[in-house]
């Protein structure tokens, strides 16, 4: 079955620093790849997505590109805030819109 | 408010009740899903509605579960007889195409 496997956590940081998170996945056919985020307190938001191979998503200072090669939908962000502390999960879809998450890495952003 | 709402937000109850959670979703989706999310953990299919027909059930849902969507609006995950292992976040999502919106969960005890 599908299944997608991401960094543990926590992932401690400075305010400014460069994050990354890896995220691999095993699936059969071409799925679509999400990083979710979940803010304290709140639901799972989409941050961004990538539907094919070389494609990125973007958003919000937030990268990841799609890469069929290595099977891999790593996340970045150039210069960390201490808002952007959360648990972010990497997805991917299945048949009728279903998404398999991975386990989740909350990212902690010290001043 | 125009996003996914979930009663109540926390639930705590002794084993062997019955317990009943409402999703709310965004109006005009017609797809809706019960994910089941334990600490450290990401989000589980359990069930996926698409209008008022049930078209898919995940093994993790036994017997005592079960979901419904009368008239393709709001949804309802019943849990009968309730079992310590069935402690977790509940979270319902909407989508019309691959973006899921996600609700704030419901949070069960069961002790």
């Known amino acids: 079955g599908n299944s997608v496997t991401q960094m543990e956590g926590p992932v401690t940081l400075s305010e400014e620093a460069f994050l990354t998170i890896n995220c691999t996945y095993t699936a059969t056919g071409y799925p679509s790849l999400f990083w979710y985020v979940q803010y304290p307190g709140e639901g799972l938001q989409l941050l961004l997505k990538?539907?094919?191979?070389?494609d990125k998503g973007s958003n919000k200072g937030f990268e990841a590109t799609y890469r069929k090669e290595t099977t891999s939908f790593h996340l970045e962000k150039g210069s960390v805030q201490v808002s952007d502390s959360a648990v972010y999960f990497c997805?991917?879809?299945?048949?009728?819109?279903?998404?398999?998450f991975g386990a989740g890495t909350q990212v902690v952003v010290t001043p | 408010d125009t996003g996914v709402s979930q009663n109540p937000r926390h639930k705590i109850t002794k084993r062997g009740q019955n317990v009943t959670f409402r999703c709310d979703p965004i109006s005009e989706h017609n797809r809706l899903y019960w994910y089941r999310q334990t600490l450290g953990q990401g989000p589980e299919f359990l069930t996926y509605?698409?209008?008022?027909?049930?078209?898919?059930k995940s093994r993790l849902l036994s017997d005592r579960f079960s979901a419904e969507r009368p008239k393709g609006s709001f949804s309802t995950l019943e849990i009968q007889r309730t079992e310590q292992g069935d402690s977790a976040m509940y979270l319902c999502?909407?989508?019309?195409?691959?973006?899921?919106?996600f609700g704030s969960g419901t949070q069960l005890s069961v002790l």
């Open positions: 999502a909407s989508s019309l195409n691959e973006k899921l919106f």
């Open positions: 997805a991917l879809s299945e048949a009728r819109g279903k998404l398999q």
């Open positions: 509605f698409q209008n008022e027909a049930q078209l898919e």
């Open positions: 990538a539907t094919k191979a070389d």
